[in-house]
């Protein structure tokens, strides 16, 4: 992530659903509504990326870690695998 442009406000994971969950906010305001990205390690290839409760395609395995590109502000990304 591009600390302090986006700030995770929550990270946890869910353990009945099997899903790690990140909660992302706008970290300086001049930086909102623009690109950017982060990385998850240990999880599979076979994937499944919602942000905001809508699937989402802007992921790839990039070096065997999981790239999630999305916006900067409020955001919730659930991971499934």
């Known amino acids: 992530m591009d600390?302090?442009?986006?700030?995770?406000?929550?990270v946890w994971y869910d353990a009945g659903r099997c899903t790690p969950i990140v909660?992302?906010?706008?970290?300086?305001?001049?930086?909102?509504?623009?690109?950017?990205?982060?990385?998850?390690?240990?999880?599979g290839r076979?994937?499944?990326?919602l942000i905001d409760d809508r699937p989402s395609e802007q992921w790839a395995i990039v070096d065997g870690e999981l790239e999630i590109t999305t916006t900067i502000g409020e955001h919730t990304i659930l991971i499934s695998y």
């Open 3 to 10: 600390f302090p442009d986006v700030c995770p406000s929550q």
């Open 46 to 49: 076979d994937v499944r990326v």
């Open 23 to 43: 909660s992302t906010d706008v970290g300086l305001p001049r930086a909102a509504s623009s690109a950017t990205s982060f990385r998850v390690q240990n999880i």
